[in-house]
């Protein structure tokens, strides 16, 4: 396909037309020119191709697919490689589907555990998010299929979705929000990104030419093309303008026609429109010029690695006294309409049509469990007669397992929780269960953080998030021991919802949603307020034990753009082999802005024997340590120490290790308003001041007094120069100020 030529002969309505969609899943073709239309699939978790009456809010069926775990679970898993596989599977369906680009991943960052559509999302970290998101698209493209990274950017709520501002500040954004898309993007390259409903600060993500054009395309070099959410468009000659090529679905024609006026009364530069062309049709080429055509995948290969990943996937919780793994002999309870009809993907766009469920129940059918239902899923009230069914079954057994969680109409794409409940018949259900039974599982089907009343209760709980088609069979694996659970939060599980980090700015007032906590997400928050969680980020429990030892880094002290190798050894000191995620991150001490009290910069999944010892190296690169300077309008380090941190969690600090930076110095602008202390911490700046400080101190009454001394540096601190004047005893005058910040202006300038 000759690109240049194509654009050349295409009249200005087909090439207007071809920014927007034929339909819900197609990109048009121009068929006098052999143009083709290629299709578009949701994504992310697994392939929703819809054949007719296509929409997108997965309420048509769609052909059958495998459903993988959802983005909760697998950014759990903490493993790079496990996602890449996932998005390998699924690219190998789109490629034998003829899907030339698949909607996902979706890399927003869970603000609050209330949004509905945390499910999709991988974390509240953003390294983590950009990490696991990257691997995704480089798993799908390696079939020559596309990604659409989603939903860009600033869209952590569904409430008003598609009208709400979200009110950020730049160094909150750039940190979390944008961070979590600016690493995919770096790294993987996808094929197309999608642009979000939403507005940022004010201006909709759909005709942002900060967000589109000069941070994604200008600093992040991405080079493909960028996509609206369905029906994201405001202003679509804005929106061209701006850099969003494709409007999709179809827009029925109008903004086809509004694109050939803007351009007909020159209101639009034709350039842009054909650079909108030429972006599109360089992906569209890229897909048709390497395509299979006899492409075909393996379905119950998909569907038994749906299972193997699905167990990585899940966290354990709580394990009291070795509750589990559960052994053969013991008689086992099965209790929840969960057990037979398991939650395993959440509502909307993302629904898939799974080509094969496996419950725990039927998984489990060579262990000899008893079943009762216990409650009806879509309910919130008890029956009454299931109840007391359920309760008789558990006093029956030696060990009471009670599949609960969130029911589908709980969380959805679309709108938010307003509560961390599950359903009343639910947590009375298990209540009532302890009340007979010593031995209580609880298996939780859910696709964000809910509170768990009676925790002190039960002596297991395994969080299966919402884990695919196959959540089933990997349940049992774990339940009976056949693997080794060895996932970790992806997310905080807050004890009350009054603690989360938005809850005083969630969902926000009308269209107005402001980001007042922050950098402070997630465990940022919980940090920094020291509060007690119920679980914290990054935690989860294994069947065996390890130890972690040896912490080595190769420098002690790094110069601005060093990395820094960081090594430690992790043995598995258990009797069963197990998988740990090794976690580092980083303290700032260097006072330069106020910083979280930690962050993850690095992380590692460790595969080890009984009695095995291995040594887990990761390498540290400047930006672990950066934050973003608003007034440079880019990263800065500081200077002074830092602490690097190796965890088991968030909150489980195993090995800690220290390192000087010695970062830029930070511009110094002197006016008479400068205080004194920025004025010292800067040598050269320092070297001039330092006599008339001494000068000022004495007149101050200072005395040779250490405490006073003390004291007198400290109001120093925050004096300005003009103020010198007041306390110099006639020694400093309004032209000695001027004077002086000449003097020290220049002394910056040398
Ligand atoms: C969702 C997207 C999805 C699209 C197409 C929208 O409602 O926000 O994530 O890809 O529909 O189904």
Request: aromatic share 6%.
């Amino acid at each position: 396909m000759d690109i240049e030529k194509l654009i050349s002969e295409m009249t200005l309505e087909e090439k207007a037309g071809l920014c927007s969609g034929a339909d819900s899943w197609h990109l048009k073709a121009v068929e006098r020119l052999d143009l083709p239309a290629v299709m578009v699939s949701d994504g992310p978790h697994g392939l929703r191709k819809q054949d007719e009456a296509g929409d997108h809010l997965g309420i048509n069926d769609s052909i059958p697919a495998v459903c993988f775990p959802t983005a909760a679970g697998t950014a759990s898993s903490f493993d790079r490689e496990l996602i890449r596989r996932i998005g390998n599977a699924i690219g190998e369906e789109a490629q034998a589907e003829n899907v030339a680009v698949v909607l996902g991943p979706a890399a927003n960052i869970k603000r609050s555990p209330l949004c509905g559509r945390n499910f999709e999302y991988f974390s509240e970290d953003p390294l983590l998010s950009s990490e696991m998101a990257a691997a995704y698209i480089q798993g799908v493209q390696t079939h020559h299929v596309g990604t659409s990274l989603k939903h860009f950017a600033a869209n952590n709520q569904e409430n008003r979705r598609m009208t709400a501002s979200s009110e950020v500040d730049e160094r909150t954004l750039r940190e979390i929000y944008l961070a979590s898309f600016e690493g995919a993007v770096k790294k993987a390259q996808p094929w197309t990104v999608m642009c979000s409903y939403n507005r940022i600060n004010g201006v909709f993500a759909s005709e942002n030419p900060r967000t589109l054009t000069d941070i994604l395309r200008g600093e992040w070099g991405f080079e493909g093309y960028v996509m609206s959410d369905w029906g994201a468009v405001n202003d679509r000659v804005a929106g061209l303008r701006a850099g969003l090529e494709l409007e999709m679905p179809a827009s029925g024609g109008d903004n086809d026609r509004l694109i050939v006026e803007a351009v007909r009364s020159s209101a639009l530069d034709e350039a842009v429109l054909d650079e909108a062309v030429r972006r599109i049709l360089t992906i569209t080429k890229r897909y048709l010029e390497n395509r299979e055509p006899g492409a075909v995948f393996d379905r119950p290969a998909h569907d038994a690695l749906a299972r193997e990943l699905a167990r990585e996937c899940m966290v354990l919780l709580k394990n009291e006294n070795g509750l589990l793994p559960l052994r053969k002999e013991q008689r086992v309870a099965f209790i929840g309409q969960f057990a037979a009809a398991p939650r395993f993907q959440g509502g909307g766009s993302s629904h898939i049509n799974a080509s094969h469920v496996t419950s725990a129940l039927e998984a489990a059918k060579d262990f000899g469990v008893s079943y009762a239902q216990g409650y009806v899923t879509d309910k919130d009230r008890t029956d009454e007669a299931l109840l007391a069914e359920a309760v008789r079954a558990a006093k029956e057994a030696e060990v009471a397992v009670v599949f609960a969680g969130l029911p589908d109409a709980f969380e959805s794409e679309g709108y938010d929780r307003t509560h961390l409940h599950m359903p009343d018949c639910q947590n009375r259900l298990i209540s009532e269960i302890c009340a007979v039974q010593k031995n209580v599982v609880v298996v939780l089907h859910n696709g964000s953080p809910v509170d768990m009343p009676w925790l002190d209760k039960v002596g297991a709980v395994l969080e299966c998030y919402l884990g695919g088609q196959a959540v089933g069979g990997a349940a049992v694996d774990l339940l009976f021991g056949l693997a080794n659970p060895c996932a970790k939060l992806a997310e905080t599980f807050p004890k009350r919802l009054e603690d989360t980090p938005a809850y005083l700015n969630f969902p926000g007032d009308g269209d107005t949603v402001e980001y007042r906590e922050g950098v402070y997400v997630g465990y940022r928050w919980y940090d920094a307020r020291k509060m007690d969680v119920l679980f914290p980020f990054g935690y989860g429990l294994s069947y065996t034990t390890f130890d972690y030892s040896s912490l080595s880094l190769d420098k002690t002290s790094l110069r601005d753009g060093d990395t820094l190798h960081v090594s430690c050894k992790v043995k598995n000191t258990g009797s069963v082999a197990g998988k740990e995620i090794v976690q580092l991150y980083v303290r700032d001490r260097t006072g330069t802005v106020t910083r979280p009290e930690k962050e993850l910069r690095d992380f590692l999944k460790v595969s080890l024997e009984p009695g095995e010892e291995k040594t887990v190296e990761m390498t540290l690169d400047r930006r672990a340590f950066a934050y973003y300077n608003v007034d440079l309008a880019d990263w800065h380090v500081g200077s002074g120490e830092s602490d690097i941190l190796i965890g088991a969690s968030s909150r489980d600090i195993r090995l800690e290790g220290t390192v000087t930076m010695q970062g830029n110095p930070l511009p110094l602008r002197v006016t008479a308003n400068t205080t004194c202390g920025a004025l010292m911490r800067d040598p050269r700046t320092a070297a001039v001041l330092n006599e008339m400080v001494s000068q000022t101190m004495r007149n101050m009454g200072g005395g040779d007094d250490p405490d006073t001394q003390r004291m007198m540096s400290q109001m120093l601190e925050n004096l300005p120069l003009r103020s010198l004047r007041s306390f110099s005893d006639g020694a400093v005058d309004n032209a000695a100020v001027e004077t002086l910040v000449k003097k020290l202006s220049d002394a910056l300038r040398c």
